[in-house]
Nanobody, 126 residues
């Protein structure tokens, strides 16, 4: 069974940082594009960032550019999302998802991904 597991969420003050991890289970991450998404209460799930299989193609949502950094360590079968300068509006459940297509494929559309984790809560509050 192919699935991913998120970790690293928590409560942080505005301006603080967190690093989320997305670990793969049952498959080798090398062949998958990974996306990070979030969903706040009452809102639709939105794409935050994604990274291609090689790591050479990366996309970010405009609201997180310059604050969030996605990276992958295929040797550890893990993708990371470093989140800096967090804001209250970043509060949400964060999900990672995987899909295997051609090498340079990326997407911030949740509908394009097939394997999802259970999510990790990120709360930004003083």
């Amino acid at each position: 069974q192919v699935y991913v597991v998120e970790s690293g969420g928590g409560l942080v003050q505005p301006g603080g940082s967190l690093r989320l991890s997305c670990a793969a289970s049952g498959f080798t991450l090398d062949y998958y594009t990974i996306g990070w998404f979030r969903q706040a209460p009452g809102k639709e799930r939105e794409g935050i960032s994604c990274i291609s299989r090689s790591g050479f193609i990366i996309k970010y949502r405009d609201s997180v550019k310059g604050r969030f950094t996605i990276s992958r360590d295929n040797a550890k079968n893990t993708v990371y999302l470093q989140m800096n300068t967090l804001r209250p509006e970043d509060t949400a459940v964060y999900y990672c998802a995987a899909r295997s297509l051609y090498g340079g494929w990326t997407s911030l559309n949740p509908a394009d991904y097939s394997s999802w984790g259970q999510g990790t809560q990120v709360t930004v509050s003083s």
